[in-house]
């Protein structure tokens, strides 16, 4: 486990960083770290899971089945 979350980050990132920090039964808590990076276009991102996104700097924009708005996550909003 890393002694903090942002420990071990390249400001140069060709692929995003995704790694698991825990995991226990049904629970999986993973840092994903992207810099500017999204998907191909027309992909969809299908899962079977539930998830939680705590953004905690920068800023990210998601699209959700079924809303055609984006949701936009900013630190502090």
Known sequence: MKNNIFSGISYALPNEI??????AGNLRIERIVSRGHSSPPAFWYDQDE???VLL?????????????AQVVLAEGA
């Open 18 to 23: 995704c790694e698991v920090l825990c995991q």
């Open 50 to 52: 539930n998830e939680f």
């Open 56 to 68: 905690i700097k920068g800023c990210a924009c998601l699209t959700l089945e079924g809303d055609s």
